[in-house]
């Protein structure tokens, strides 16, 4: 279970989060839409504390972290029951694909490398970039880096993977698949959290979809009543904004 109370980050004295509370319970995969600029990001990032909040508490599994008062250890251990998969692939250019996906597992979790390494090629079969293992990510598309990206969050066999907008930095022609590898990853009910702008991706894998606006979460609720019968103005302003159309639900509440 993830759990995140009255959770605030500001920046120049701006809230970007104010006081979010969310629990995610193990198997749930929650989609986040919103305005760019709302605090989605820095959500999933203060989340395993990439950034470190100004307020509030996240806990994790078994781990429970006060933002005030988080130690290193702390810290450590909360990270350890979390992935992030990061928009712009985030792989080490001097390290080959499946050196990528073992390199957390070997500096992060202590695995001894022959270990490491032979996860990584579990891994590699798993999204289908076993021919790719000794490639760098230079040689490869922006698809399959991101694909090697999300392998590796996989290779940690964490509580919770954090998508960051995994789809916004790829050519069009490579973002179905990294959205199919992760749509397998939901039907084995990976727990996720998933910032994204891919609405028809909410609609198909979601079990809840969440709304925020101003650093908070405005609305949430299934994609089907998310999508088809929003109860907030914002929400169905976004929504006729981002999908070009008005749910005929909403139409005469707009």
């Known amino acids: 279970m993830i759990a995140v109370r009255k959770l605030v980050k500001k920046f120049d004295g701006n809230a970007v989060l104010d006081g979010i509370t969310l629990e995610v319970e193990q198997g749930e995969i929650i989609v986040v839409i919103g ?4 605090g989605k990001s820095t959500l999933l990032r203060c989340i395993n504390f990439l950034e ?4 509030g508490e996240v806990q994790i599994g078994d781990v429970r972290v006060d933002a005030t008062r988080a130690s290193r250890a702390e810290i450590l251990a909360l990270r350890r029951n979390s992935a992030f998969v990061f928009q712009n692939y985030a792989l080490f250019a001097n390290k080959t694909a499946l050196e990528n996906i073992a390199e957390g597992l070997i500096v992060v979790n202590g695995w001894p490398k022959a270990k490491a390494h032979q996860r990584a090629r579990e891994i590699l079969e798993r999204i289908g970039m076993s021919e790719k293992a ?12 991101q694909r090697i990206g999300i392998g590796r969050a996989m290779a940690a066999q964490a509580e919770v993977i954090l998508f960051d907008e995994p789809t916004s930095a790829l050519d069009p022609e490579w ?20 910032v994204t702008h891919e609405m028809q991706f909410a609609r198909d894998v979601a079990d809840r979809v ?7 979460i405005v609305e949430q609720g299934s994609p089907s009543q998310l999508f088809s019968a929003p109860k907030d103005d914002r929400t169905r302003a976004f929504l006729r904004k981002v999908l070009n159309e008005v ?8």
């Open 35 to 38: 305005p760019s600029g709302t």
């Open 134 to 145: 000794d490639a760098y990510p230079a040689a490869l598309s922006g698809g399959q880096q």
């Open 175 to 194: 973002v179905d698949e990294v959205l199919e590898l992760m749509k397998q990853l939901a039907v084995e009910r990976q727990t996720m959290i998933v």
């Open 247 to 254: 749910p005929p639900q909403c139409a005469a509440g707009i």
């Open 210 to 216: 969440i709304f925020m606006e101003g650093g908070r």
């Open 52 to 55: 470190q909040p100004d307020g």
